[in-house]
């Protein structure tokens, strides 16, 4: 099984579709979800992880690779589409 993280946040209706399309995929993947609060939470995460522009979205998926460190998916269209190709 895969570990998975997700980044969301309030009032974010790519966020809750992509919570609720992960769902289809429990057989397959374990998922921690963290709601980030706050705008300065968000761009601390956005430089931490080089995104800036269109790519600096929420939500944002992250494979948890076996060694410990993250692999970035991507945002809720590039994570849809991640997971049709990984799992169905």
């Known amino acids: 099984m895969d ?4 980044y969301t946040r309030d ?5 809750e579709e992509l919570k609720a399309e992960l ?3 429990t057989n397959h993947v374990n998922v921690e979800i963290h ?5 300065l939470e968000r761009d601390i995460l956005y430089k931490e992880w080089g995104l800036s ?3 600096a979205t929420m939500p944002q998926l992250f494979l948890v690779r076996e060694d410990g460190s993250y692999e970035r998916i991507g945002d ?9 190709v990984m799992y169905s």
């Not at 809720?76 to 049709?84: D, I, Q």
């Open 35 to 39: 709601e980030i609060a706050t705008r």
């Open 11 to 15: 009032l974010c209706p790519y966020c």
């Open 53 to 55: 522009g269109h790519k």
């Open 76 to 84: 809720s269209k590039e994570s849809s589409e991640w997971l049709e």
């Open 3 to 6: 570990n998975l993280i997700l």
């Open 23 to 25: 769902k289809n995929y």
